[in-house]
């Protein structure tokens, strides 16, 4: 715990909340935008599904560059300050550092994503949507979008303190981000190998196209998906804190 | 002098493997470009051109940009580093030396890159069987060039960033925002008046229709401002703020 307070402590001037809003406020802009037009063509559209279709597909490509950034950043003051050494002698220890970097982020951007959904909710009202908030839906949304930020933000972290060079983990972002963009173009199979196409896979609605109309249906999860998902991040989270324990300061 | 400083920026890359990421950022997006042509050959009927919208499309639109932002804060990284830059502003060069030499050296290494990416566009197509019943667009060239032109007005600008912004991440975060911004002005029309829409506009991702000669001209001359204006902001930071 007071690793965890240190932690936040080293991370209060650095604006690390403000950064994720703004790139976040870019990605609903952006997304709301597109609904908008797309409702406007397509009174049938306008419906609370479509406005989480679009924005489980945009954070896709935006929440794993938002989790680079951020894990980079927090990672990359020990090794621009050389404080591992420091931070040895007075006995703390690695794994607990590893922890607290790991609950840091995970906060910051667990809050970004439930102020996202917040804002979800604000425009679907503005907007002057027909159907009841659908809480259940956004419930599942935010849990299953914070579950692959999780196991992003553990393999993130795994890369930006394995490695000093910070243009791979900013590398592997881009990369992640760009998978999770592009996931719904991939067959099941080879998309389930990326953790970054589980944004996309938990998405609680999903669509088809019938007679070039999107048509939205609600789907269930199960609990293979999510078993599977949560079985990937402690894999990445162990290997990683033991790899990076072990490593030369 | 600004060979020296050339020398001395090469120094600090050539074991730094940012190669690898240099490598690996086009490969992934012409990889995963030709997957989609090769799936949807039905549709993409236009031979080359439909694979150059393929493969052009995330690159040009997505990775380059990000790749650009990420070199640019690798060369100014180590500057960063235990107050390097008053080491380096101790040393009798110029300032415009100094930030022309970054300049310069992530223009080069973005020309290696863009070279690459055409290497890999002609490997798709022939892998593709392209070669055989279409001919090769001569405009691929032009697109090339002068997407590492509008390369150059982006380096300018994230170089300015990164002198300013010590962290290594913000300056990339900025990019990929930038990245939204510059495809919003390009739908709106106002393509030439941002650095990564003229990027858009100049590797014809978007569009693959020939560039007249007044936008042509329009687009040298957008260039050469966005690029002059970079690097005096880039300079005028180095001069005047306390590093």
């Known amino acids: 715990m007071r690793t965890l307070w240190l932690e936040l402590y080293k991370i209060r001037h650095k604006r690390l909340f403000l950064m994720l809003t703004i790139l976040l406020s870019i990605e609903l802009a952006w997304g709301f935008m597109a609904v908008s037009t797309s409702m406007a063509k397509n009174p049938d559209a306008t419906t609370w599904s479509a406005i989480l279709v679009t924005i489980t597909a945009m954070n896709g490509l935006f929440l794993p560059t938002g989790s680079a950034v951020i894990v980079s950043r927090i990672c990359d003051m020990e090794h621009k300050g050389r404080t591992w050494k420091l931070l040895l002698a007075a006995s703390v220890s690695r794994k607990a550092v590893y922890a607290a970097k790991f609950v840091s982020a995970a906060v910051l951007i667990g809050g970004a994503v439930i102020l996202q959904g917040l804002v979800i909710v604000a425009f679907g009202i503005g907007y002057g949507l027909a159907e009841p908030v659908p809480i259940g839906l956004l419930l599942r949304f935010v849990a299953g979008t914070t579950l692959t930020n999780l196991v992003v933000i553990a393999l993130q972290q795994w890369i930006s303190l394995a490695i000093k060079n910070q243009a791979f983990s900013l590398c592997l972002g881009m990369i992640g981000g760009f998978i999770g963009m592009t996931a719904s173009l991939f067959p099941p199979q080879v998309g389930r190998l990326f953790i970054w196409s589980y944004y996309v896979d938990f998405s609680p609605v999903t669509y088809q196209y019938v007679n070039e109309t999107m048509l939205f249906t609600t789907r269930e999860i199960g609990v293979h998906l999510p078993i599977i998902v949560v079985l990937m991040g402690i894999s990445f989270y162990l290997v990683g804190s033991i790899h990076v324990s072990r490593q030369d300061v | ?243």
């Open chain 2, 1 to 243: 002098m600004l060979l020296r400083c050339l020398g001395a920026e090469w120094v600090k890359l050539r074991r730094s493997r940012i190669w690898l990421v240099l490598l690996v950022l086009p490969v992934f997006s012409a990889l995963i470009g030709f997957a989609n042509y090769w799936m949807n050959q039905a549709i993409l009927q236009n031979g080359w051109y439909s694979l150059w919208t393929q493969v052009s499309l995330f690159y040009g639109e997505f990775f380059l940009p990000i790749l650009i932002a990420i070199c640019c804060s690798f060369v100014c990284r180590l500057e960063h580093v235990n107050r390097n830059w008053n080491v380096i502003l101790a040393a009798p060069v110029s300032t415009p030396t100094i930030f022309f030499a970054k300049v310069v050296v992530v223009g080069v290494l973005l020309f290696a890159v863009q070279l690459f990416f055409l290497v890999l566009y002609i490997c798709a197509g022939f892998i593709a069987g392209l070669h055989a019943h279409f001919s090769f667009p001569p405009e691929v060239f032009g697109w090339i060039m002068r997407g590492w032109l509008a390369s150059l007005t982006i380096i300018a600008f994230q170089l300015w960033l990164s002198t300013r912004i010590q962290s290594f991440a913000v300056p990339v975060g900025i990019s990929v925002c930038a990245v939204f911004v510059g495809l919003g002005l390009y739908v709106s029309g106002l393509g030439m008046f941002f650095p990564l829409s003229i990027l858009t506009i100049g590797m014809g991702v978007l569009s693959q229709e020939s560039l007249s000669l007044g936008e042509l001209g329009t687009f040298a001359v957008m260039c050469v401002l966005f690029v002059t204006t970079g690097c005096a902001l880039g300079i005028r930071h180095l001069t005047r703020a306390g590093l």
